[in-house]
């Protein structure tokens, strides 16, 4: 059984001696545990006396429960500060590691922006960096974005189609849209047309809601009733849209509100986003603490501000913690004194107090399982604590449409953007579960040696010991070394007990959290996979035959579809019909060869 106990007395005085070689200068730490793995990246002014001070002294549980957990640790020297918090975020996002603050993909707030095309139209998007594009927002959340955008369309006559026609549509004779696909529309238009939309969410309404009078007036009096309560619902919306708040700015500058609000090893962070003079939207986090608030708070906030746009103003209870910010993203930080901006900071600040307070116990609850339960894993196998696991299901109906689902979780937690989908069985060749799995395998782990991707600490396979074994072969064959194991289920399809690498069955405990983890795993995979393998059924013969011919993708499929209306059409076709198409004479060969083959 593999336990975690403080460092002993010959191993901390390997680290004091490290210590002694450790510059007085600024950079980065890693802590490894004692399998090499980083479970810890921090940044310091001054390296030695910020890793001395981990080893002397005594520690809240947080960070003695980390420190339980290192071997050794190693450092990068770095020429300032700023350059220590760079590396410190990017050495983060590279080995992710267990006891960091890490950004999960749930951060995600709606804008609005208009495309940066010849002909701009506006979308409802979720910025995942800081590109130079023309963005509005964000929203409280999408519903808000697009009502926000539905009306800016009927507003603004900016192209709503996705692929220019040849032919203008309802929306030119609508007057909602300038109709580019036939007119010649210039840049300055554009232009004055973002402006204009600009000052419309800034609250600059009066002159539009004006003219939208004017229409609806125009309407009423030439008996135009429909045309007429379409301009006062229009106006209406705009009075929903630009409604003020009680609590607002009046130099409409876009800025950040950041309370900190700290206890017992735990930092709630209330984020109100202020855009034109109002409350915008709102995020409230819970981060945990190992040693140093500053660190934990600017690693949160610098990953934040790595994905979403800066307003030109940050406003904070803690402006000298959060300096780097300032010439890292280029804005402004001030903790105001006085007046409304005071009021914004004291209203996020009772708002971080009360999350503390409410939600404090339930987040120590989740991470003592979610971790606890890793731990508990790494014993049963006896391998290093698994922070990423990837786990595969299969599935086909009697072997058709056979595809396999990968799901990855990292720190117990599913990582859906790191998820992949896979079509399984070439040429139409039925197969049973071990060759789809063999296949699979084969697939995903060729590609992580050759492209040198991060592999993973363990993988499972759904299924048992066939499985498990089609997977350990497929592994051996491509020459990786990662430790597999296989989860099966009982009669009633729910996880039941564990298979190791040695073939060996652990039961499961249904009263413990490691269960619950494994099941958790195990249907997320199931759930992914089904949910592909119904979206191919649903395709029907068309995925099945054009998806497996070499040279047919999905412009030639479309193409072909378009034309031809079913396969059975494509069947009867001759060379030439399919030559009138500019599709290349080996293709053309490939899908006679293929549809002659499916009878």
């Known amino acids: 059984m593999r336990c975690f106990f403080p460092i002993d007395e010959e191993g901390l005085g390997l680290l004091k001696d490290k210590l002694t070689h450790v510059p007085e200068q600024p950079g980065s730490y890693q802590m490894l545990d004692d399998y090499g793995n980083i479970i810890y990246v921090g940044k310091a002014k001054n390296l030695k006396k910020r890793l001395t001070s981990y080893f002397t002294g005594s520690h809240d549980y947080k960070t003695q429960k980390m420190l339980h957990h290192v071997d050794t640790f190693e450092y990068i020297v770095t020429n300032s500060e700023l350059e220590a918090l760079i590396l ?45 594009r023309d963005l509005f927002g964000p929203y409280p959340n999408v519903k808000a974005a697009r009502d926000t955008l539905h009306l800016l369309n009927k507003l603004y006559p900016l192209r709503k189609c996705g692929k220019l026609p040849n032919e203008t549509c309802l929306y030119y004779h609508l007057g909602q849209c300038l109709a580019p696909c036939v007119y010649p529309v210039s840049p300055s238009t554009y232009a004055e047309i973002k402006l204009a939309i600009k000052r ?64 017992e090893g735990t930092v709630a962070i209330e984020q109100f986003f202020i855009r034109h003079g109002k409350i915008q939207s709102r995020d409230q986090t819970l981060i945990p603490v190992y040693l140093d608030k500053g660190q934990a708070v600017l690693d949160f906030l610098v990953q934040f501000y790595q994905a979403y746009p800066v307003p030109k103003e940050l406003l904070s209870n803690e402006v000298e913690l959060l300096k780097p910010l300032e010439a890292l993203f280029k804005t402004t930080l001030k903790q105001p004194k006085r007046g409304r901006k005071k009021e914004l900071l004291d209203l996020a600040l009772l708002n971080a107090e009360a999350h503390l307070s409410e939600q404090e116990k339930i987040m ?33 109906l009697f072997g058709s449409h056979a595809v396999s689902a990968m799901v990855v979780f990292k720190n117990g937690r599913p990582d859906k953007s790191a998820y992949r989908k896979f079509k399984l069985g070439k040429d139409g060749v039925k197969q049973g579960d071990t060759e789809y799995m063999k296949e699979v395998i084969m697939r995903r782990y060729t590609r992580v040696k050759e492209e040198a991707l991060a592999k993973p600490d363990l993988i499972i ?5 066939h499985q498990l074994n089609a997977a350990k072969q497929t592994l051996a064959n491509i020459g990786i070394a990662i430790p597999v194991v296989g989860l099966v289920k009982d009669t009633t399809h729910k996880t039941q007990h564990i298979i190791d690498q040695n073939d060996v069955a652990f039961e499961l405990d249904a009263n413990r959290a490691l269960y619950a983890l494994l099941a958790f795993i195990q249907e997320e995979a199931h759930r992914f996979a089904v949910s592909f393998h119904k979206k191919l059924r649903a395709k029907g013969v068309y995925t099945t035959v054009l998806d497996t011919i ?45 549809l002659k083959k499916e009878g």
């Open 88 to 132: 410190e975020i990017d050495l983060i996002k590279k080995h992710q590691p267990r006891f960091n603050i890490l950004l999960t993909d749930d951060k995600s707030y709606p804008y609005i922006e208009m495309t940066r095309e010849k002909h701009p139209k506006l979308i409802v998007t979720r910025p995942m960096n800081k590109t130079n």
């Open 200 to 263: 419309f969410l800034r609250g600059e309404t009066r002159h539009v809601v004006n003219d939208l009078k004017r229409k609806m007036h125009d309407a009423s009096d030439k008996l135009e009733f429909e045309r007429a309560q379409e301009y006062k619902s229009m106006i209406e919306a705009i009075d929903t849209t630009t409604q003020r708040q009680s609590v607002n700015l009046d130099d409409l500058t876009d800025r950040d509100v950041i309370a900190l609000k700290e206890a």
């Open 364 to 396: 120590a609850h989740q991470s003592e399982q979610s971790f606890g339960a890793l731990d508990d894993l790494a014993e049963m196998l006896a391998i290093p604590t698994p922070y990423h696991i990837e786990a595969f299901d299969n599935s086909h």
């Open 461 to 465: 396979v759904d299924g048992g010991i």
């Open 550 to 594: 070499d040279g047919v993708g999905a412009i030639t499929k479309n193409k072909l579809l378009q034309h031809f209306k079913t396969v059975r059409a494509m069947s009867k076709a001759n060379y030439e019909d399919f030559k009138a198409l500019n599709i290349p004479d080996k293709t053309i060969k490939n899908i006679q060869a293929a």
